[in-house]
């Protein structure tokens, strides 16, 4: 009897050990990320965008929703913003967070922009968590004015985007790219962002890494 029960024990011990196996392997633990890394993008985002935020301006903001789909490098990013900005007495005017597949290419969509810059003013700050505009010659005419633009292109976006085209566009004002030669994890000895992100603007434009060659 008593063997009975030890093997019955064992048999169910064997199968949860299995299911959670299972439930393992095919619900994997997202990669821990740097949190103080993508901290200091969030607040560099918003250092920028109050840069250029005159008396009377708003802020409209475009991002990944953290829900269905929460990307945790994202959600950071847009957390140290949000409490920048909050440390700083500004606040957001219009907040548009897209549910986007994280396995997708995270440019914002264009209708969702070109909706902001119709709604945004000249003197207004539209910070983009997913990328520039992407507008044709003639959607540009179109809008005739041209908020001021704030981007965070990230990953393989600054190599994949002519963002030299878009700053001459006057549709982007400053832009926070990842370094295409950055290290696989930055030296501890030396400021993380630095080593991975760069501010690009008008002024220094050279810096823009060159454009992926397209077979």
């Known amino acids: ?120 003013q000249p003197n207004d700050v539209i910070v983009s968590f997913m990328g520039p505009p992407l507008l044709s010659n003639e959607q540009v005419q179109r809008l005739g004015k041209q908020p001021r633009v704030v981007a965070l292109c990230s990953g393989a976006m600054p190599v994949q985007l002519d963002l030299r085209k878009i700053f001459e566009a006057q549709l982007l004002r400053t832009a926070v790219i990842s370094r295409p030669n950055a290290p696989a994890r930055p030296d501890a000895s030396k400021k993380a962002f630095d080593q991975m992100f760069a501010v690009i603007t008008s002024a220094n434009l050279a810096e823009l890494p060159p454009l992926a060659v397209r077979h």
């Open 1 to 120: 009897m008593a063997k009975a029960k030890l093997i019955n024990w064992l048999a169910g011990a064997t199968i949860a050990a299995a299911v959670a196996w299972l439930y393992l392997f095919f619900n994997p633990s997202p990669p821990a990320i740097d949190r103080s890394l993508h901290k200091e993008v969030g607040e560099v985002m918003a250092a920028e965008a109050i840069k250029l935020l005159e008396p009377g301006g708003r802020l409209f903001v475009i991002a990944r929703a953290k829900e269905p789909f929460l990307v945790p490098a994202a959600a950071a990013q847009f957390d140290a913003f949000m409490r920048a900005l909050k440390k700083s007495g500004k606040t957001v005017t219009t907040q548009r967070l897209l549910k986007i597949d994280p396995l997708r290419v995270a440019n914002a969509p264009t209708g969702d922009f070109i909706e902001l810059l119709r709604k945004a």
